[in-house]
């Protein structure tokens, strides 16, 4: 017998088995994973995707009409008539609600509920995605070489082109905290060293598993408090997802924003802007 075959026949033999036990580990590895988890991880992977086309889709709004959309409304949640999906009112200028829900029949995204309205990937009424736009007035008052008045420039049509890009950018708009307000139903800024960004031209949130209420910390609640202190505040939270005994709460919210430069530079280059 030839000893260098037999030690090639040996060695390919290790490596087949090598092989074989790596697979059989990642096999193990999967199954001890409860089917329950697999699911919610893949309902938060899908929820990310739908938010990310949402995100685009209202810059692709603004880049053709020159505004972002107001947000669709019902009378549950937010004290207004039922626009079954479609921005309220229709056309624009002072929204009847800043914070309400994402305009599903205007964008023309999907899924939705049975009324329109824009759902994430748990697919129940309670998972209705909610959307911010910031409102804001742009006036002379204390900004120099800014006009007058411009009110709701953000959702009235060349309202932006009359406010200007550099006024805008001298308000505070929709802000997003990594934790909570110290009074979360009348914020007026995040806690020292948590903000994430002052100047969101709009928000949009999933409420995750825990919809519609969510969980009784205040991170959550700071994503809600629209909707239970009809004061539409303009403050969010947004972190990794933590579990019922971390010190604010649980927290499965996933919120995205685009930035006010991403959304200017789109429009500028649309031909919207300046």
């Given at each position: 017998?030839?000893?260098?075959?037999f030690?090639?026949?040996?060695?390919?033999?290790?490596?087949?088995?090598?092989?074989?036990?790596?697979?059989?580990?990642?096999?193990?590895?999967?199954?001890?994973i409860?089917?329950?988890?697999?699911?919610?991880?893949q309902?938060?992977?899908?929820?990310?995707?739908?938010?990310d086309?949402?995100?685009?889709?209202?810059?692709?709004?603004?880049?053709?009409?020159g505004?972002?959309?107001?947000p669709?409304t019902?009378?549950?949640?937010?004290?207004?008539?039922?626009?079954?999906?479609?921005?309220?009112?229709?056309?624009?200028?002072?929204?009847t609600?800043?914070?309400?829900?994402v305009?599903?029949?205007t964008?023309?995204v999907?899924?939705?509920?049975?009324?329109?309205?824009?759902?994430?990937a748990?697919?129940?009424?309670?998972?209705?995605i909610?959307?911010g736009?910031?409102?804001?007035?742009?006036?002379?008052?204390?900004?120099?070489?800014?006009?007058?008045?411009?009110?709701?420039?953000?959702?009235?049509?060349?309202?932006?082109?009359?406010?200007?890009?550099?006024?805008?950018a001298s308000?505070?708009?929709?802000?997003?905290?990594?934790?909570?307000?110290?009074?979360?139903?009348?914020?007026?800024s995040?806690?020292?060293?948590?903000?994430?960004?002052?100047?969101?031209?709009?928000?949009l949130?999933?409420?995750?598993?825990?919809?519609?209420s969510?969980?009784?910390?205040?991170?959550?609640?700071?994503?809600?408090?629209?909707?239970?202190?009809?004061?539409?505040?303009?403050?969010?939270?947004?972190?990794?997802?933590?579990?019922?005994?971390?010190?604010?709460?649980?927290?499965?919210?996933?919120?995205?924003?685009?930035?006010?430069?991403?959304?200017?530079?789109?429009?500028?280059?649309?031909?919207?802007?300046?």
């Open positions: 017998m030839n000893p260098g075959k030690n090639q026949s040996v060695g390919f033999s290790l490596i087949e088995i090598a092989v074989v036990l790596l697979i059989i580990s990642v096999l193990v590895s999967i199954a001890a409860p089917i329950s988890t697999q699911l919610e991880q309902r938060v992977v899908e929820t990310n995707k739908q938010l086309l949402i995100k685009e889709a209202l810059i692709g709004y603004a880049l053709a009409n505004r972002l959309p107001c669709a019902d009378g549950i949640n937010y004290g207004a008539a039922n626009s079954n999906g479609g921005e309220s009112p229709v056309g624009g200028g002072t929204c609600v800043k914070l309400g829900y305009p599903a029949a964008l023309g999907s899924p939705v509920d049975s009324s329109g309205f824009a759902i994430d748990w697919g129940i009424t309670q998972n209705r909610i959307y736009v910031a409102d804001t007035i742009v006036n002379s008052t204390g900004t120099a070489g800014c006009p007058l008045v411009s009110s709701h420039p953000l959702t009235t049509a060349g309202g932006m082109q009359l406010a200007t890009m550099d006024c805008i308000k505070t708009l929709i802000t997003v905290c990594s934790s909570a307000p110290a009074v979360a139903a009348f914020s007026t995040c806690p020292a060293g948590t903000t994430l960004t002052s100047s969101a031209p709009f928000v949130v999933s409420l995750g598993k825990n919809a519609p969510g969980s009784t910390g205040a991170d959550e609640a700071q994503n809600i408090d629209g909707k239970l202190y009809s004061q539409q505040d303009q403050f969010f939270v947004s972190h990794t997802p933590v579990a019922a005994g971390a010190a604010n709460g649980e927290f499965d919210d996933i919120v995205v924003w685009p930035s006010l430069n991403t959304l200017f530079a789109r429009m500028v280059q649309a031909g919207k802007l300046p």
